[in-house]
């Protein structure tokens, strides 16, 4: 179990820095409440890419969401493991 959550946060240290690469801010928030809930993702401040992540999210979802949002960019030129590029490639192929 223990390695399972130190691969989870291995990802989402790595596709932290690639959102850094790709010059998009990532900002943990309390989003929403029970009332008016609102998701984690990709919005727009003063024309820069912002993924809201919900500070409550585990480690996994956040990872979940990261890919998701982040697959929406140009990365050819950016180099990315093959583990994590595995990851975008297997949301292209769902999609």
């Keep these: ?7 989870t946060e291995f990802i989402l240290d ?3 820095r690639l959102a850094d690469q790709l010059d998009v801010q990532i900002r943990r928030e309390a989003l929403g409440d029970n009332e008016a809930p609102v998701e ?3 919005a727009h ?12 999210l ?3 979802e956040a990872v979940g969401v990261l890919v998701r949002e982040l697959a929406k960019f ?3 030129d950016i180099y990315i493991k093959p583990a994590i590029r595995k990851l975008f490639e297997d ?5």
């Excluded at 179990?1 to 691969?7: A, D, G, I, P, W």
């Excluded at 401040?45 to 409550?56: A, K, M, N, S, Y």
């Excluded at 949301?91 to 999609?95: F, L, R, T, V, Y």
């Design 1 to 7: 179990m223990k390695r399972k959550k130190e691969k």
């Design 74 to 76: 140009r990365m050819d």
């Design 45 to 56: 401040l003063d024309g820069r890419p912002v993924i809201f992540l919900e500070r409550r």
């Design 58 to 60: 585990e480690a996994v």
């Design 40 to 42: 984690s993702g990709l």
């Design 91 to 95: 949301i292209e192929e769902s999609g």
């Design 14 to 16: 790595e596709l932290l």
